[in-house]
């Protein structure tokens, strides 16, 4: 069984602060993808990475996959409140059939 | 597109009683996938169909649940004889392949009382 560790569990900060999320396995996964969830919501795709080392930004989000491709980090820049969220990695490989998931970093944004 | 549609939102039922939800997934995906989520917790997989056929099914799913896909296009999950640990968010989602991420719905969230 492949299993995602995500770091930290919780995360509080004030508002502009910067803030690292971490998901790591010892499984290698062939892409990994980052979710972001609010409450009573299903989960929302912002990125896949697909090649080990990659680095990709959007907007204030930048995401990194590991060289191994068995780890990620999620670094926000400047954090909004509107940034409050569960944010999920999920791991995936060609021709398995399904991702799977971490159990997620709750984020809290305070203004 | 509307994307992913999940129906119904909510659903409070009392243990022992059948429950049925439906899945609209986006029209061009082939994939469709059934997750769960509990409180604290990612979405756990249950099954997952490419066009009609359901290809997997999680070994922690109980008899007593089931799915269809008639058709290849929306998709079903009924509950028999629910308990009260089958209280969940339970999530639909769809794709053209697995590697590149899913669209998931708005979730229904079920209260067993």
């Known amino acids: 069984t492949q299993l995602l560790e995500q770091s930290p569990q919780f995360l509080s900060i004030q508002e502009g602060e910067n803030l690292t999320v971490y998901c790591n396995s010892s499984s290698v996964f062939s892409s990994l993808q980052w979710y972001r969830q609010e409450p009573g919501e299903g989960p929302v795709l912002l990125v896949t990475v697909v090649t080990g080392g990659e680095v990709k930004k959007l907007k204030r989000l930048t995401f990194q996959f590991g060289d191994a491709r068995k780890d990620s980090s999620l670094h926000i820049t400047a954090a909004q409140p509107g940034d409050t969220g569960l944010y999920l990695c999920?791991?995936?490989?060609?021709?398995?059939?399904?991702?799977?998931f971490g159990d997620g970093t709750t984020l809290t944004v305070k203004p | 597109d509307t994307g992913v549609s999940q129906n119904p939102r909510h659903k409070i039922t009392k243990r022992g009683q059948n429950v049925t939800f439906r899945c609209d997934p986006i029209s061009e995906h082939n994939r469709l996938y059934w997750y769960r989520q509990t409180l604290g917790q990612g979405p756990e997989f249950l099954t997952y169909?490419?066009?009609?056929?359901?290809?997997?099914k999680s070994r922690l799913l109980s008899d007593r649940f089931s799915a269809e896909r008639p058709k290849g296009s929306f998709s079903t999950l009924e509950i028999q004889r629910t308990e009260q640990g089958d209280s969940a968010m339970y999530l639909c989602?769809?794709?053209?392949?697995?590697?590149?991420?899913?669209?998931f719905g708005s979730g229904t969230r079920l209260t067993v009382v």
């Open positions: 999920a791991g995936a490989n060609t021709n398995a059939g399904k991702s799977t």
């Open positions: 169909f490419q066009n009609e056929a359901q290809l997997e």
């Open positions: 989602a769809s794709s053209r392949t697995e590697a590149y991420g899913y669209t």
